[in-house]
Nanobody
Protein backbone atom coordinates (compact mmCIF):
# COMPACT_ATOMS: atom_id res chain seq x y z
CA UNK A 1 0.00 0.00 0.00
CA UNK A 2 1.43 3.35 -1.06
CA UNK A 3 1.74 5.92 1.70
CA UNK A 4 1.99 9.66 1.23
CA UNK A 5 3.19 11.63 4.24
CA UNK A 6 2.65 15.38 4.22
CA UNK A 7 4.29 18.03 6.34
CA UNK A 8 4.75 21.80 6.46
CA UNK A 9 1.28 23.19 7.06
CA UNK A 10 0.49 25.79 9.69
CA UNK A 11 -0.65 29.30 10.42
CA UNK A 12 0.79 32.19 8.43
CA UNK A 13 -0.08 35.85 7.98
CA UNK A 14 -1.31 37.20 4.65
CA UNK A 15 1.61 37.78 2.31
CA UNK A 16 3.67 35.10 4.01
CA UNK A 17 5.11 31.85 2.70
CA UNK A 18 4.98 28.15 3.52
CA UNK A 19 6.49 25.06 1.96
CA UNK A 20 4.65 21.76 1.98
CA UNK A 21 6.37 18.42 1.53
CA UNK A 22 4.95 15.05 0.50
CA UNK A 23 7.10 11.95 0.85
CA UNK A 24 5.99 8.82 -1.02
CA UNK A 25 6.72 5.31 0.23
CA UNK A 26 7.86 4.20 -3.22
CA UNK A 27 9.50 5.63 -6.30
CA UNK A 28 7.60 8.57 -7.71
CA UNK A 29 8.17 7.21 -11.19
CA UNK A 30 5.51 4.65 -10.27
CA UNK A 31 2.99 7.47 -10.75
CA UNK A 32 1.76 9.35 -13.80
CA UNK A 33 1.27 12.48 -11.72
CA UNK A 34 1.97 13.70 -8.22
CA UNK A 35 0.62 16.89 -6.81
CA UNK A 36 -1.50 18.83 -4.40
CA UNK A 37 -5.20 19.45 -4.03
CA UNK A 38 -6.97 21.52 -1.41
CA UNK A 39 -10.39 21.67 0.16
CA UNK A 40 -11.82 24.59 2.06
CA UNK A 41 -14.89 24.24 4.31
CA UNK A 42 -18.05 23.99 2.25
CA UNK A 43 -16.16 23.81 -1.04
CA UNK A 44 -15.17 21.07 -3.44
CA UNK A 45 -11.65 19.71 -3.54
CA UNK A 46 -9.66 21.52 -6.22
CA UNK A 47 -6.36 21.10 -7.99
CA UNK A 48 -3.55 23.28 -6.69
CA UNK A 49 -0.62 21.92 -8.71
CA UNK A 50 0.63 18.68 -10.16
CA UNK A 51 3.75 17.44 -11.90
CA UNK A 52 3.89 14.50 -14.26
CA UNK A 53 6.56 11.84 -14.57
CA UNK A 54 7.64 13.74 -17.67
CA UNK A 55 7.90 17.03 -15.74
CA UNK A 56 4.77 18.58 -17.21
CA UNK A 57 3.35 20.96 -14.63
CA UNK A 58 -0.19 22.23 -14.21
CA UNK A 59 -1.38 24.86 -11.74
CA UNK A 60 -4.82 25.86 -10.61
CA UNK A 61 -5.76 29.31 -11.90
CA UNK A 62 -5.96 30.86 -8.45
CA UNK A 63 -2.35 30.00 -7.54
CA UNK A 64 -0.51 30.71 -10.79
CA UNK A 65 2.45 32.99 -10.23
CA UNK A 66 2.41 32.45 -6.45
CA UNK A 67 2.90 28.71 -5.93
CA UNK A 68 5.65 26.47 -7.29
CA UNK A 69 5.67 22.69 -7.39
CA UNK A 70 8.91 20.74 -7.54
CA UNK A 71 10.22 17.30 -6.77
CA UNK A 72 13.29 15.46 -5.55
CA UNK A 73 13.28 12.03 -7.20
CA UNK A 74 16.07 10.74 -4.97
CA UNK A 75 13.89 11.40 -1.92
CA UNK A 76 10.56 10.46 -3.57
CA UNK A 77 9.32 13.82 -2.35
CA UNK A 78 7.19 16.53 -3.92
CA UNK A 79 7.23 20.08 -2.63
CA UNK A 80 4.82 22.98 -2.87
CA UNK A 81 6.32 26.41 -2.27
CA UNK A 82 3.54 28.84 -1.49
CA UNK A 83 4.29 32.57 -1.59
CA UNK A 84 2.11 35.67 -1.26
CA UNK A 85 -0.45 33.67 0.66
CA UNK A 86 -3.98 35.02 0.94
CA UNK A 87 -6.83 34.25 3.34
CA UNK A 88 -8.54 32.51 0.41
CA UNK A 89 -5.74 29.94 0.39
CA UNK A 90 -6.91 28.64 3.76
CA UNK A 91 -7.77 24.95 3.34
CA UNK A 92 -6.69 21.41 4.03
CA UNK A 93 -4.02 20.52 1.49
CA UNK A 94 -3.83 16.93 0.28
CA UNK A 95 -0.98 15.21 -1.49
CA UNK A 96 -2.08 13.08 -4.43
CA UNK A 97 -0.39 10.39 -6.49
CA UNK A 98 -2.01 9.01 -9.61
CA UNK A 99 -1.09 5.57 -10.90
CA UNK A 100 -2.78 3.35 -13.45
CA UNK A 101 -6.40 2.79 -12.33
CA UNK A 102 -5.85 4.14 -8.84
CA UNK A 103 -5.20 7.34 -6.92
CA UNK A 104 -3.56 7.70 -3.54
CA UNK A 105 -4.13 10.48 -1.02
CA UNK A 106 -2.25 11.76 1.98
CA UNK A 107 -3.95 12.49 5.28
CA UNK A 108 -4.04 16.24 4.64
CA UNK A 109 -2.30 19.18 6.27
CA UNK A 110 -4.04 22.36 7.39
CA UNK A 111 -2.92 25.71 5.99
CA UNK A 112 -4.45 28.77 7.63
CA UNK A 113 -3.77 32.29 6.36
CA UNK A 114 -4.90 34.86 8.90
CA UNK A 115 -3.77 37.88 10.90
Amino acid sequence: QVQLVESGGGLVQPGGSLRLSCAASESMFTFYNMGWYRQAPGKQRELVARISSGDIIKYGDSVKGRFTISRDSAKNTVYLQMNSLKPGDTAVYYCNAEARFIQYWGQGTQVTVSL
